[in-house]
């Protein structure tokens, strides 16, 4: 936790937190890793029976934003992409 401090009089803390920030992985700043991307298409995997599946997530549902809570998400996904093979996804976050 930081103390605060005058931005007018002690501007290289504020340079030194912004590049901080900027120089984080998108885990270190709390994106979910178990979520990626190929392209413009978001998906998981999860292993089934010692075969990795693809999960394909297809829309965002609901999402419960919260800083102290599980900030729940709900996707509708699809196996591999096959529409046919609709499933709900819920992904909470947990504090460690």
């Not at 029976?49 to 800083?67: D, F, G, H, I, Y």
């Amino acid at each position: 936790m930081s103390g605060s401090f005058d931005v007018n009089k002690d501007s290289q803390i504020f340079i030194s937190a912004i590049l901080g920030f900027l120089w984080m992985s998108e885990e270190e700043l709390g994106f979910n890793p178990t979520i990626m991307e190929d392209g413009n298409k978001r998906y998981t995997e999860i292993q089934r029976n010692t075969q990795v599946e693809r999960l394909c997530l297809e829309e965002l549902m609901k999402r419960q934003r919260s800083a102290a809570g599980r900030a729940t998400t709900c996707w509708e996904a699809s196996l591999r992409g096959k529409l046919e093979d609709r499933l709900a996804i819920k992904d909470s976050w947990e504090y460690e």
